[in-house]
Every structure is written in structure tokens, then in C-alpha cells.
């Protein structure tokens, strides 16, 4: 029988972070203004400390300030057919009330130079209060090893993930067509864990329910007294017939002989030929056999909690180019380093045992290249078109980033002015992490999507400057076989944000 107990562990290691928009690690929805394009990467507005830093040479010259927060949704669902199971599906609620953006910038010359700070991965917590298939499966498999009708439990695991980042950079103009920047950004991971398996049942007959460890009791008890019920026949010197023979000769009946070779039979041997000695040895020995297992099955059984956290701390150097070749056309180039990250474990409680405090786990965030391209069709409208290339291969996920391949995200996006003061928009996304089947787990999976995006900047005065917008995710389905189950992945995902932008 495996060790329940793991399921705690395994939830620990495999839970990863939620990225919200972008890659399986990093989250590209860092300002208002991205919730209602969905395509920022070559910005010229505030939020281009995090999209196009290089392109803070377009700005005039002053102060300015950024601050933004979004609400995010999130309903992660799971579908597994393993017949054994007490439900299919399992439903997993993440929700981010915060998330903040707040952004500064100082132009002067040919010289700009601007800080950050934003949640650069997770920023949620996820609630399963059902638990997951991977926290039922092994339960579930007490069904065909103890011979019973069914289980239940008691379960629930919550974690959040964030991985807040700040960041500074140095932009400088090299002539009206060429800017550079450099920078870099120090990213401060935090998760916690909460979670619990406790009360676990089974029942024999649909109606009484007990531990497994008291239903194997009853069990070594029953065959113990079939053992002891066979004494007195063997004591009158019939230890040497059969089954049939001890009917025959009125020693049992036909219905207690119908019993015993029903219970041979579930033993796994055959009752023809045995001797009553030998049946009672076979059951004796049962009984034994059974007795040993009630201490493992209890203490594979038993309630188990943890309560852990993780933190780690990496810098990554950030790179940027803006051209201008023309006037009205745009083009960004950014490119971040891989962020080194080792989690390490602070456990408060650990049920399991075996999940130490202190032991470590690799959770890179990729080195990324984005690409902006912006053009000003017509005095009030422009048009946006954005590239994202998450290099996967390159970090180090402990073996499971060889189950992926390097990532794409890309989208378009269109902003109208409707008047001197409001402007409208409307952006695309389409992502793709292209994992494997055998990356994905009801714990940590990625799907392509499609995302729509909408919203508005009203200028209040000259000096500020309101954003919103909100956006919707479509999750195409994921799936993975086994041998023994099919799991289908399902998800959603719902932004709004609001943001102001101040110059002085």
C-alpha cells in the first residue's frame, strides 16, 4: 500500500506558481493599460519601465508616477475518470484582490532614469477545498486493497504564490531614432502552504463506516474465529478431511462449507483437496498476515497537516533598444535574463515527515525576449503588435523543465481618440508554453489561450491620466492518459484594472 502521507509532499513540490498573463512563470500583466490592449511591449506611456525602457526617451522631460491594481479571477477545474474515485470533478479557486503596479520615472536630456516595483509572478491564492485527484487516488485505491465498498475523507489545501519584484533602470538617447536602456531587477519569491488530509473511512456495506485500521482489525478478528471455529472439529480427529468430507461426516454444514471456500478463494487458494488442518492453518496465518498490517495501514492513514513556506531571492539583468526609423513607427526590443531561483523550505508542521525544513527546490524564472511594433496609422488611431519567446528549456525546474519547450505569446492591439481627453481600446493575445502532456498535473498545468481585451484612458487634466480595462482568458482543454485514468484540464480567467498616471 503506498504511503498516503505523501500526497502532502507531493502537493508541496508540485505546486508552482499562477502566472496570470505570459509565460508558466512570469506574469506580463503589469499595469493598467494592459488589461485594455493586451500589447504594451512598445509602450511610450508610464508603464514602459516594465515594456520598453528604452523608451522612456520619448517622454519630456519631469517627474513621473504610476500606480495601478488589478482584480484577478481564476477557476482552475479537473476532470479524472478513475472509476475507483468518489467524484470526476475538482474545482480549484484562485483570487487576486490585489495586484499592484507602481512605477517612476525622471527625463531630463538625453537621460531617464525610472524604478518599478510589481508582482512579477503568482499573486494569488489558490483554494481547493475538495482536495485534488492526486490527494484522493491513493485513498481510493483502499477500495480493491482492502476488498471494500467505499471511502471518504476529509481534505483541503490552500497555497499562495507571489513573487514580488523591484526593479531600476538607466535609459539614454543616442540620437532621435535609437534609445538604449539598462537594468535589472531583484525578484523576492514567497509561498505558503496550508493543507490537511484527516478522517479517512471506509465501509464494508455502504452504511457503517470506520478507520481502515479498525476495519482490518475486524477482519484478522473474523478469520482469527474461523481459525478457532475449525479446533474442535480437528480435536475429534477429522483434522485430516476435507471440506466435503466435514460435511458429509456432519462436522459443518453446507452453508459453513460454502463460507470457508469462499474465503479460500478470496485468500487466493484453491479449496479442493484441503485438509481442515490446512484450512485452519491458512486462516491462522491470515490472521496474522492481517494483524501485522493494521500498525501500516493506520499510520499510512492518519491525519496528516502541514503548514510551510517557501522564500528565495534572484536578480536578473534586463537589456532594451526603441527605434524609430520612421516617423510614426515604433519598435521595441527587450530582453530579460533568467532569474535564478532556489526555494527553501520553513515548515511550521509537517505531518507527513517528509517534508523537511531546510530542503531546497529549483524554480527559475525563464530568460525572455519581447518584441513591440507600434505605428501611428492615422493621427487618432494606433496600432500595436507584440511578440513574447520565454526560453523554458533554459531553467532549472528540478527535471520537469525537460517536459516543456520554449514558449510564444503574441497579439495585436488598436487604440482610438475619440476626443482631445478619451481614448478607447481593444487587444488580442494568443499564448502557448508548449508543455508536454507529461508536464501537466492536476497541481500544476499550462494551456494555450486566447485572450480579448477592452477599456479606456480618459485625460482628466494635463497632468493625469486615468486607465482601465478589463480582459478575458480562453483556455483551450488539456489532457493527459495513464494507464489506469484520462485527466482533462480546464481553465478561466478574468482581469479588471484601474491605473493613474501623474506627471510634474
Not at 416 to 444: C, H, R
Not at 472 to 501: A, C, H, M, R
Request: a negative charge; aromatic letters at 12%; charged letters at 15%.
Amino acid at each position: 500500500m503506498k504511503t498516503l502521507n505523501l500526497l502532502i509532499v507531493v502537493v508541496l513540490c508540485l505546486v508552482s506558481v499562477t502566472a496570470f498573463a505570459g509565460g508558466i512563470m512570469t506574469n506580463t500583466n503589469q499595469s493598467a493599460q494592459f488589461t485594455r490592449t493586451m500589447n504594451r511591449n512598445a509602450s511610450t506611456d508610464l508603464d514602459a519601465v516594465y515594456y520598453n525602457p528604452a523608451g522612456l526617451s520619448r517622454l519630456n522631460d519631469g517627474l513621473y508616477f504610476h500606480i495601478s491594481n488589478q482584480m484577478i479571477w481564476q477557476t482552475k477545474t479537473v476532470i479524472n475518470d478513475l472509476p475507483t474515485l468518489n467524484r470526476d470533478e475538482f474545482v480549484g479557486d484562485v483570487f487576486a484582490p490585489l495586484f499592484p503596479n507602481l512605477y517612476f520615472a525622471y527625463k531630463s536630456g538625453k537621460i531617464a532614469v525610472s524604478g518599478g516595483f510589481e508582482p512579477i509572478g503568482g499573486g494569488g491564492s489558490a483554494i481547493y477545498e475538495d482536495g485534488l485527484p492526486s490527494f484522493e487516488m491513493p485513498v481510493s485505491g483502499l477500495v480493491p486493497q482492502l476488498g471494500v465498498q467505499g471511502y471518504k475523507l476529509d481534505t483541503e489545501f490552500e497555497g499562495s504564490s507571489v513573487y514580488y519584484a523591484g526593479q531600476a533602470g538607466l535609459t539614454y538617447k543616442l540620437s532621435d531614432m535609437i534609445s538604449l536602456a539598462v537594468g535589472g531587477r531583484v525578484v523576492m519569491a514567497k509561498n505558503t502552504y496550508d493543507g490537511y488530509l484527516r478522517d479517512i473511512m471506509v465501509t464494508a456495506d455502504g452504511t457503517n463506516w470506520v478507520t481502515p485500521g479498525a476495519y482490518l482489525t475486524g477482519v484478522a478478528n473474523t478469520l482469527s474465529a474461523t481459525a478457532s471455529g475449525l479446533q474442535p472439529i480437528i480435536d475429534a480427529n477429522a483434522g485430516s478431511f476435507t471440506l466435503p468430507q466435514l460435511q458429509a461426516a456432519g462436522h459443518l454444514t453446507a452453508e459453513q462449507v460454502t463460507q470457508l471456500e469462499g474465503g479460500l478463494t478470496s485468500l487466493g487458494y484453491d479449496p479442493s483437496g484441503l485438509t481442515a488442518a490446512q484450512v485452519q492453518g491458512i486462516y491462522s496465518g491470515a490472521a496474522a498476515a492481517t494483524s501485522n498490517q493494521v500498525p501500516v495501514v493506520e499510520a499510512a492513514t492518519a491525519d496528516v497537516e502541514v503548514e510551510a513556506a517557501q522564500d528565495a531571492t534572484g536578480f536578473s539583468p534586463i537589456f532594451s533598444a526603441f527605434f524609430t526609423p520612421l516617423e510614426g513607427l515604433d519598435i521595441a526590443l527587450r530582453y530579460e535574463m533568467k532569474t535564478e531561483l532556489t526555494l527553501k523550505n520553513d515548515t511550521e508542521v509537517d505531518g507527513s515527515g517528509m517534508f523537511p525544513d531546510g530542503a531546497e527546490t529549483h524554480a527559475d524564472m525563464p530568460a525572455m525576449l519581447a518584441m513591440g511594433m507600434a505605428y501611428q496609422v492615422v493621427p487618432k488611431l494606433r496600432v500595436e503588435g507584440n511578440f513574447n519567446y520565454y526560453f523554458n528549456e533554459g531553467v532549472n525546474w528540478d527535471g520537469k523543465e525537460e517536459k516543456v519547450d520554449n514558449g510564444i505569446e503574441f497579439g495585436v492591439a488598436f487604440e482610438y481618440n475619440l476626443s482631445d481627453k478619451l481614448l478607447v481600446s481593444a487587444g488580442y493575445s494568443y499564448a502557448d508554453q508548449k508543455v508536454t502532456p507529461e508536464y501537466q498535473t492536476d497541481l500544476s498545468y499550462s494551456l494555450p489561450s486566447n485572450t480579448l481585451a477592452g477599456g479606456f484612458g480618459y485625460k482628466v487634466s494635463p497632468k493625469l491620466m486615468i486607465n482601465a480595462g478589463i480582459l478575458n482568458t480562453f483556455y483551450d482543454e488539456g489532457e493527459k492518459t495513464t494507464p489506469t485514468y484520462t485527466e482533462t484540464y480546464q481553465k478561466t480567467n478574468l482581469n479588471v484594472g484601474v491605473g493613474f498616471d501623474y506627471s510634474f
